[in-house]
C-alpha cells in the first residue's frame, strides 16, 4: 500500500512536465493542436518538457495599450529554441482590437515583429497588446506556436492560451 501511495505522488508530482501527448517533430504546420491542460496543472499550459503562464499588464484601462505577456519556460534539460519563428495568433475578441504589427495582420504577434524577447536560456515572452472598447472582464486567447530543445531533438508545439484580463 505504501508503494502504491509512493507511485502516486510520483506521477502528481511529474504532472505538469508532463501532458499526455507525445512531442512534435516537423515544421511549423502542425495538423492538430493538442486537448487543454488538465485544470490542476498550475500553469495556463503544461506540455512535455515546457510550460506556460499568462500575465495581464497591471493597468487596463478602456481605450488604452493593454498588454498580455505570454511566458514559455523550457523544463528538464530542455531549452528555448533560438531558431524558431515563435507566434501568437490571437482569436477573435467582442470588444478588443488587438495591435499586432506581423506583416500578416493585427492579430498575429511574432519574433519576426520584434513581440517575442528572449529572457535567458530557458525562458522567453510573447507580448500581446490591444485595446479594449468597454469596461469588464475579456477572455483574451489565441494559438501559441513555441519551441523547446534538448541536445537531442527539438519540439514543435501549437497550444491554445486562454487568460483573463480585467478593463477598467
Given amino acids: 500500500m505504501l508503494k502504491l501511495s509512493l507511485a502516486a505522488l510520483a506521477l502528481l508530482a511529474a504532472a505538469c512536465g508532463k501532458d499526455g501527448h507525445a512531442a512534435a517533430k516537423g515544421g511549423d504546420d502542425l495538423a492538430a493542436t493538442p486537448p487543454a491542460p488538465p485544470a490542476d496543472c498550475g ?3 503544461c ?9 495581464p499588464g497591471a493597468d487596463c484601462v478602456v481605450g488604452a ?3 498580455l505577456t505570454v511566458k514559455l519556460v523550457a523544463t528538464g534539460q530542455f531549452h528555448i529554441n533560438d531558431d524558431y519563428p515563435y507566434k501568437f495568433i490571437a482569436d477573435d475578441t467582442p470588444g478588443v482590437e488587438f495591435l499586432g504589427a506581423d506583416a ?9 515583429a520584434s513581440n517575442w524577447e528572449k529572457q535567458d536560456q530557458k525562458s522567453g515572452a510573447m507580448t500581446v497588446a ?5 469596461k469588464g472582464t475579456k477572455g483574451v486567447g489565441g494559438l501559441f506556436k513555441l519551441s523547446v530543445c534538448s541536445a537531442q531533438t527539438c519540439q514543435l508545439e501549437q497550444q491554445r492560451i486562454q487568460a483573463t484580463v480585467a478593463v477598467r
Fill in 65 to 67: 495599450t493593454c498588454n
Fill in 43 to 45: 500553469h495556463a499550459v
Fill in 130 to 134: 490591444f485595446r479594449a472598447a468597454d
Fill in 47 to 55: 506540455g512535455s518538457n515546457f510550460f506556460v503562464d499568462t500575465t
Fill in 104 to 112: 500578416a495582420g493585427k492579430k498575429t504577434f511574432s519574433k519576426a
